[in-house]
């Protein structure tokens, strides 16, 4: 608990009162300093502990503070840093490659305890793997479905490569050219995993064996330049691609269609020149791996505090999962950054906050 005293000085000449103004606080006449605020927020979107539970254990210790307050303070900690969101979303979403993906979450209906379907839309801009020094990324947006127009909105202004599933909604995207599809070799092996699985055969194993000869190349040349990266490709990966591609069709001669196998087969093969654009692009990846670690931590939230109580819920989830995800990219101690950025940032000028991003603030040694 902090105490701040306020002398206030009569002067002795005449009736003035004079007194010291209060310090600045994160939320305006609130009782909560920057330290418990942050606490609180990654209680909830990194420790991944609801409101009600985070109650009760101050309620434990003493401190009554009820689980409407803690929610009212969240609110008013995504209005401090929403300008945060925007300065994230220009450099993320700035020219390039970028990673996409997306999650369910539950959302509560209002007035009843019904629950719909909303996602949660990741876009990664991490580019380390090809050498590069620049600060990687996350920015998450929230949607109350999974409807196409909502990654068409995120990247309206967008150029460049997608590393993506085949997810139609995306399709548009590719249409006038502006965006190129990169695949994800992980969600194609993964089908013919599923299938080996369930019942391994020799066909499993070879496609599975000449996928992970792919991925090798790949451990081989992880960090090495954009351009090393390519001539290498060149070199070894396009002729296994080759000839997966030739194995992959012949044995779709000897499969039912209906099989699984086939099916897993044919995923492969109709993404086939968005799943070898990487081996022609020494900055694209074989899959989106980079995206879909960015998702876990919004699993892991799914799990314990079951739904968002609203659309509003799912945009403040969305912005502090993008400030806490961009934090851990870098390895930039979240809680100790929220309580550096909520300490100064009421009184920030507007036009410097991106000197708030997470890679850019030297925190206070404690």
């Known amino acids: 608990v902090i105490r701040t005293v306020r002398e206030k000085h009569a002067c002795t000449q005449c009736d003035a009162i004079v007194q010291a103004p209060a310090p600045s606080r994160p939320i305006e006449r609130g009782i909560a300093g920057p330290g418990l605020l942050a606490r609180v927020l990654i209680s909830k979107y990194a420790e991944h502990t ?56 539950p959302v509560l209906l209002p007035g009843n305890k019904k629950t719909k379907t909303g996602r949660l839309w990741t876009y990664v801009r991490d580019d380390r793997n090809a050498g590069s020094t620049l600060a990687p990324a996350v920015l998450f947006a929230y949607s109350p479905d999974r409807k196409g127009i909502h990654p068409q909105t995120h990247l309206a202004g ?34 013919i995993h599923d299938v080996h699985v369930r019942t391994p055969s020799a066909l499993t194993e070879e496609a599975l064996k000449r996928i992970g000869e792919l991925y090798a190349i790949e451990a081989e040349i992880r960090g090495m330049t954009a351009e090393q990266r390519l001539a290498e490709r060149q070199l070894k990966t396009k002729p296994l691609l080759k000839s997966l591609e030739s194995w992959l069709r012949e044995k779709m001669k000897t499969l039912s269609r209906h099989s699984e196998l086939a099916k897993a087969f044919a995923y492969a093969l109709n993404q086939w020149p968005a799943l070898t654009y990487y081996a022609d692009d020494g900055w694209a990846e ?22 968002f109580g609203s659309d509003h819920g799912g945009e403040r989830g969305a912005l502090l999962y993008s400030l806490i995800g961009t934090c851990k990219l870098n390895g930039v101690e979240p809680e100790s950054y929220l309580r550096y950025v909520l300490d100064v940032i009421a009184d920030w000028p507007i036009n410097r906050v991106g000197e708030l991003l997470p890679w850019r603030v030297a925190l206070p040694t404690e």
């Open 158 to 191: 967008f150029s460049g490569v997608l590393q993506a599933d085949a997810y139609a909604g995306f399709n548009e995207l590719y249409r006038d050219g502006r965006i190129t599809e990169a695949a994800c070799w992980a969600h194609a092996r993964r089908k």
């Open 50 to 105: 609801p409101l009600y539970r985070q109650s009760e254990m101050y309620g434990r210790q003493g401190v009554e503070l009820s689980r409407s307050l803690l929610s009212g303070w969240v609110d008013a900690c995504c209005r401090l840093l929403s300008p945060l969101e925007e300065a994230l979303q220009d450099y993320v979403l700035t020219d390039g490659k970028l990673h996409a993906d997306d999650t369910p979450v």
């Open 286 to 307: 074989a899959d989106n791996n980079i995206a879909e670690n960015a998702l876990r931590m919004v699993s892991l939230g799914r799990k314990n505090y079951l739904f």
